[in-house]
């Protein structure tokens, strides 16, 4: 049977037909997905659909609490094992059973080391899966690693059909099959994505029958097609268009207090950004308050490092750089630089945050010091793509939200992984280490307040601030925000 034909099977059985356009809601987002693959899903902008079509072993409630979903309980087994015991009677959108293969399947394909995904990175730890019983699976570490769990919900642990996904082969990420509340029913590039109910969710059928997500990369277009009643919802307000949606009577704006952390990515090995001198001098002449204001209505706080102030471990005492241009070039002149240096600057647009105006902001500051930035404008695909082959720009603007509530894979992520750009501090990693096997939960905040405070002396990046994260909505539907930015559809409903 080809793909084809059995994906109008899934639809035909899992999919009720919306029979007025008020059972549909339409969303407009800053950019589609670049796959709905989970294992070469690259970018929150994509990985944050994967939580409406597939399931992971765990979830996150509203509040960020880990709760169960497709295992019912899991426990530790001994140091390095954890088990899982997983939820009967679910089943794939296909009609697949899930079960214990099902895990096993899953897990040894997402174990793909060349994979452009992060997915990975955040299962590495993983060395086998042992099948206990048809749903009792044992997953065995190479060292102790408290937070599997929290890594195996739906962004980095979506759980596939064995049979189906290696059917589908490369068509599996245009044409994804998972045990969500959604099913991809169609897919029209650049326009629409249609996600329909999934009526034979485990959970229960979502009450949206049918939701129509439209990539719109313009702000102001966006903002413009909720005005007009094109949408009913729209991702990324900007944070200066809040009143104007607030006098609106149909319509309101949702937010949340984010745990996205704004950032300049430094390159630690090209020269001048080698001596920590300069990197503390990049910290010094940027205003973050001055920027918060400006740009983000005050919305916002200004960030010491990659730890949010709504993660687990986050230490007030470890404070931002403060504005300060003299002490800036004085370091800059104490490094051989009194003039300055030049260097260049990437930035990209369609992502879920903003980092255009950023991007202009942070040059203007840094021109005041006199460094001479030389500014590269991308769309978001291509530059994860230099990104992802270390061709991007010495400094780059980036943004990184906090999904787990504790920082442990943006630490180390930062600190020693894929996103460090060459930087290394052993008394770092070795703390790294030491966490991932601390299960008592006050020696890792000791831990973690210790990370911090090495973070913001060695100047690793340039950390800038955190702003509530802005939707717009009209009174036809009932939407909340969470603070892991994952856009989670299932509750979604419409008004009475």
Not at 347 to 370: E, P
């Amino acid at each position: 049977m080809n793909l084809a034909v059995r994906l109008l099977l899934i639809l035909a059985t899992t999919v009720a037909v919306s029979s007025a356009l008020g059972q549909t809601v339409t969303i407009a987002v800053k950019a589609e997905p670049n796959t709905l693959d989970p294992h070469k899903v690259v970018g929150r902008q994509s990985e944050a659909f994967l939580a409406n079509v597939f399931d992971g072993l765990t979830a996150r409630d509203a509040s960020g609490t880990l709760v169960p979903g497709l295992a019912e309980s899991w426990e530790q087994v001994g140091d390095t094992t954890w088990r899982f015991h997983l939820r009967q009677g679910v089943s794939f959108q296909n009609g697949e059973p899930f079960d214990s293969a099902s895990v096993r399947f899953t897990l040894a394909r997402a174990g793909n080391p060349d994979s452009p995904a992060t997915t990975w990175s955040q299962i590495n730890t993983i060395t086998g899966v042992d099948i206990v019983d048809a749903f009792t699976v044992d997953i065995h570490t190479v060292s102790p690693d408290v937070l599997l769990p929290a890594r195996l919900a739906e962004l980095f642990g979506p759980m596939l059909p064995p049979v189906y996904t290696v059917e589908a082969g490369d068509d599996f990420g245009t044409h994804p099959v998972g045990t969500g509340p959604f099913v991809l029913k169609e897919w029209v590039k650049n326009e629409r994505l249609v996600l329909a109910a999934n009526e034979n969710y485990w959970r229960g059928a979502p009450s949206v029958k049918e939701i129509v997500v439209r990539p719109i990369a313009e702000d102001a277009t966006r903002v413009a097609a909720l005005i007009a009643g094109e949408v009913d919802l729209i991702e990324g307000l900007p944070h200066v268009m809040v009143d104007m949606i607030d006098s609106r009577p149909e319509l309101r704006v949702e937010r949340v207090s984010a745990s996205r952390v704004f950032y300049i990515s430094i390159d630690a090995s090209v020269k001048p950004l080698d001596d920590v001198r300069v990197r503390q001098a990049l910290n010094y002449a940027i205003d973050r308050q001055a920027i918060i204001d400006r740009l983000f209505g005050g919305l916002g706080r200004p960030a010491a490092t990659i730890v949010s102030a709504q993660a687990f471990g986050f230490d007030p005492s470890v404070e931002p750089y403060p504005y300060d241009p003299e002490k800036a070039k004085a370091l800059l002149a104490e490094a051989g630089y009194p003039n300055g240096f030049s260097v260049e600057f990437d930035y990209f647009t369609g992502s879920v945050a903003d980092h255009y105006a950023l991007s202009q902001a942070v040059a203007g500051y840094w021109s005041q010091i006199g460094i001479d930035v030389k500014e590269n404008a991308y769309e978001l695909g291509v530059f994860q793509e230099k990104r992802g082959a270390n061709q991007a720009a010495p400094l780059y603007v980036y943004s990184l939200g906090d999904v787990f509530l504790e920082p442990f894979w943006l630490v180390e992520w930062l600190a020693a992984g894929d996103m460090s750009r060459r930087y290394s501090n052993p008394e770092v990693n070795a703390l790294i280490q030491e966490i991932r096997s601390t299960f008592d939960a006050s020696r890792r905040a000791e831990l973690y307040s210790e990370v911090q405070r090495l973070m913001k002396e060695d100047a690793q990046h340039a950390f800038l601030f955190q702003v509530d994260t802005l939707w717009g909505a009209n009174d036809r539907v009932n939407f909340t925000l969470r603070a892991d930015e994952v856009p989670w559809f299932y509750p979604l409903s419409l008004a009475d």
